[in-house]
């Protein structure tokens, strides 16, 4: 048989709809019609698009197959590290479909908008509460937007200040986006190693701050997983010396409810909506990274803002120290929806998500730990990163690791990053795993370095079991075939 109707084996070979069809096939029939043809039908329709001729059992199956070719937080554990996949729940997928919200248009005036801007107000106050930041903006798109946003607010102080800086501090275990982000805004980075406890230490940060340093970009907890346990010293350094101090939150999922950012000296902050905060990312779909700042930076804040008198919502545009919009309309207001929804959801229990993040990645480091190599073995936050250190002398890496771990019907961690660590496997369970779930992972793994050290080809070869098998990902980014 040439032709399988892809019911049979792993691959499921999904021809385009245009080869199923088959002509005079439908979805539907219709009653007979019982007026004349208007002569004005074939004028005004003519022949229509050449889509093909399908009957519904077609498309329904087509569709499910495609779905299933993917891989998602509903389909299995995504320990993927510095990105917070954990499952979301669907009540607020379907607070955000309310029709009075998924329906409301931005260019309506106020006075008809006045439950959204209610729920955004709302959510501002939630934010501010949760970082100890009361300044927010729900504009930004991304993380990294989030991160410019911050940096152009950064600079707006300074410019204020009568002195604007030059220079910005990032550490070694920041985000890739936090060099990025600043230097898109015009600020030069200076690098910042950190020490072998994998954090920060104040000499370092006092011997590089000076007074042509706008500041420092610290991503906390840090992309070894690590909190950085002397950022109260560090924050008074750079305060002395007129900087600000910016936090990358991205993975404030490791301690909401426990650290207020806003205490620890930190001036502004972004939030990650869609890791922290309950919405599905992944594929470049739309996410949101609000920006948290204290007080006296609210003048800097993009326009428009969401304001309340007497429980009348509006926006209001007139304030001439801000950085301007950073965004059409409002933001990526569905997704703050689903944020807004997901607080009120969880209450008091955000607190015991960051806790029960961090006691699950404590759990699958120590459990590793005679299985791949450990860098850095001390309790961790909500991600643990490990290394291909121990399968070297079989020749198998920590790429084959993770590309075996499909086979094995999970998603793969994040790999290679951070930098400072070589041949990371950057591990984070998060909260919504169970125990039972992460016993499998842990299974998996011990039984994957098995065998790397009994059959390493078997590793070279992986994955033997999906769909599309070990690609050329050199290839696969120099040459981008974009077009099918
Ligand atoms: C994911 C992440 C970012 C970037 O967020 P995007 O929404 O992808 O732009 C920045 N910093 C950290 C620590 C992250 O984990």
Redesign the pocket.
């Given at each position: 048989m040439n032709n399988p109707l892809g019911t049979t084996g792993l691959t499921l070979n999904e021809p385009l709809l245009w080869e199923k069809g088959r002509k005079g096939r439908s979805g539907f029939s219709m009653p007979g019609r019982d007026v004349p043809p208007s002569p004005l039908a074939g004028f005004l329709l003519g022949d229509g698009p050449d889509f093909p001729d399908l009957s519904e059992v077609d498309i329904v199956r087509h569709y499910t197959r495609l779905s299933q070719w993917n891989y998602g937080v509903d389909s299995g554990m995504y320990p993927l590290g510095?990105?917070t996949m954990k499952y979301n729940p669907k009540t607020n997928e379907r607070q955000a479909a309310v029709r009075g919200f998924a329906n409301a248009h931005p260019l309506l005036p106020a006075p008809l908008s006045q439950g959204i801007l209610e729920l955004m107000a709302n959510l501002q106050k939630y934010l501010g509460e949760i970082t100890g930041l009361p300044a927010v903006t729900l504009q930004p798109a991304?993380?990294?937007?989030g991160e410019l946003t911050g940096m152009m607010i950064v600079r707006a102080y300074h410019v204020d200040a009568g002195a604007p800086r030059h220079k910005i501090l990032i550490p070694d275990t920041a985000?890739g986006?936090n060099p990025a982000s600043s230097a898109i805004c015009g600020f030069t980075p200076v690098p910042v190693k950190s020490n072998e406890r994998g954090v920060l230490s104040p000499e370092h940060i006092a011997s590089v701050m000076d007074e042509d340093t706008a500041g420092i970009m610290i991503?906390n907890p840090n992309?070894l997983g690590l909190f950085e346990e002397n950022i109260r010293e560090i924050t008074d350094i750079v305060h002395e010396k007129g900087g600000l101090v910016y936090v990358?939150g991205?993975?404030m999922n490791a301690v909401m409810g426990i650290v207020s950012m806003g205490k620890i000296g930190v001036d502004l902050m972004h939030l990650?909506l869609?890791?922290t905060f309950s919405t599905p990312h992944g594929g470049g779909g739309p996410?949101s990274?609000p920006v948290c700042a204290r007080k006296g930076l609210a003048p800097f804040m993009p326009v428009p803002w969401v304001e309340e008198h007497e429980g009348t919502y509006s926006l209001s545009y007139d304030h001439p120290k801000s950085i301007g919009k950073v965004h059409a309309f409002y933001g990526n207001v569905g997704i703050l929806i689903r944020a807004c929804s997901y607080i009120l959801s969880m209450g008091q229990n955000l607190k015991k998500a960051s806790q029960l993040a961090v006691l699950n990645a404590n759990y699958v480091k120590e459990k590793l730990k005679d299985t791949f190599y450990l860098p850095y073995d001390r309790p961790c936050m909500h991600e643990c990163v490990f290394t291909d250190k121990h399968q070297e002398a079989h020749k198998v890496t920590t790429l084959d690791i993770a590309k075996r771990l499909i086979d094995y019907g999970f998603h793969p961690p994040t790999i290679y990053f951070p930098l400072v660590v070589h041949g990371a496997i950057m591990i984070e369970p998060t909260e919504t795993e169970s125990r039972e779930t992460l016993d499998i992972f842990i299974e998996t793994c011990k039984a994957i370095a098995e065998e790397a050290r009994k059959n390493p080809q078997i590793l070279h070869e992986a994955p033997t079991k999906p769909k599309v098998r070990r690609m050329d990902e050199t290839r696969a980014a120099r040459h981008p075939q974009l077009a099918g």
């Open positions: 510095s990105c991304a993380g990294a937007h985000h986006t991503t992309t990358d991205a993975n990650n869609h890791k996410g990274g």
